[in-house]
């Protein structure tokens, strides 16, 4: 489980990341977290895998305070999470194949277990045939579900994905969205920070919305905006944004 307590962050510069954020997500869930552009949404998403720490709060990452690990006790932290971002920040001198397996490398899985997992985990995501392809050698959708193929082969009990649709059309982002169900479906809880709203609104999953960095709304089977009210200050935030 993930829960936040009265948790502010404030960078170095002075910007207010997040203000006084209460948050409890369970095991198994599948949570959206939107608002718009500076609401907070990957800083949020950094505290959970301990980019970031916490100015003010405390963030339980299965039951551990994360912003007081020792330094030694934050790989053990990170193993039990996947993430995937907008950019999939895959290695452009490894193959599908070496990208996956360098997931278990690095926490020093067996030559045996990585040959056992690494297509387990191609498979999942419909890529196996494509194993020898080097990142440029493949789509956008596709290199999103080679890291998200590594981010799940070492079996997380959470998947973080920041904006993992960004860069994607719209059916490729539904084949990747459609996959983050499948994972949640098989007990990953699935944190998503996300601007993507006809998925929001299709998939009528639990939704938190934040905004200048509070949270505005936390509803389960919710909609990227709830009401003419919050699009309205959405479009004034917007217009101010074109014209200030
Ligand atoms: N390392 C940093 N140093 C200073 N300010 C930062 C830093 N990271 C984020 N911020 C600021 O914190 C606020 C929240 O940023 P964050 O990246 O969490 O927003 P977001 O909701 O993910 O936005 P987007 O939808 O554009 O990705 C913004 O005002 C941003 O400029
Ligand atoms: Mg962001």
Known sequence: MIELVRVTKVFPNGVVALQDVNLFVDRGEFVFVVG????????LVKLLYREEVPTEGEVYVDG???ARLRPGQVPPLRRQ????????KLLPNKTAYDNVAFALEVIGASRREIRRRVPQALDLVGLRDRARAYPNQLSGGEQQRVALARAIVNNPWLL???????NLDPDTSWGIVRLLEEVNRRG???VM?????????AMQK???????GRVIRDEHHGRYVRDDDELSSLLEEMRAVVSP
Not at 81 to 88: A, K, L, P, S, T
Request: charged share 20%; net charge positive.
């Open 36 to 43: 718009p552009s500076g609401a907070g949404k990957s800083t």
């Open 188 to 190: 990953t809880t699935v």
């Open 193 to 201: 920070a996300t601007h993507a709203r006809h998925i929001v609104n």
């Open 64 to 66: 551990r305070d994360v």
């Open 81 to 88: 999470i996947g993430v995937v971002f907008q950019d999939f």
């Open 206 to 212: 639990r939704v938190i919305a934040l905004r200048r």
């Open 160 to 166: 973080l994905a920041d904006e993992p649709t960004g």
